[in-house]
């Protein structure tokens, strides 16, 4: 994980475009209102696994990055888990970063 990814992920949280937390997270994989996942490294196997099956589902990117820690800190919040990416831009931007 590179700091130019986290302070990227900071904007979007700044603009209002991110979810974060189990279920907003999943209900707006239902509604098929996200254009990208971000599950922490250090999530739980089940975690990991639900989430996986669902974005596959729903057809939604995810990506395993960092850890809770660092994805809490780059969007100004205590760790985070599960984070959603509501914007196209963001997400394919993003997408981009972590796919270096």
């Given at each position: 994980m590179n700091d130019s990814f986290h302070s990227f992920l900071g904007l979007a949280a700044r603009a209002g475009k991110l979810k974060t937390g189990e279920e907003t997270v999943l209900k707006e994989i239902r509604n098929q209102s996200l254009h990208l996942v971000i599950v922490a490294g250090d999530a739980?196997?089940?975690?990991?696994?639900?989430?996986k099956d669902k974005s596959s589902y729903y057809q939604v990117p995810l990506f395993i990055a960092g850890d809770r820690d660092s994805l809490g800190h780059a969007i100004g919040k205590n760790s985070r888990v599960i984070i959603g990416v509501t914007d196209k831009g963001f997400a394919k931007k993003l997408i981009s970063m972590l796919d270096n």
């Open positions: 739980s196997p089940n975690t990991r696994k639900k989430f």
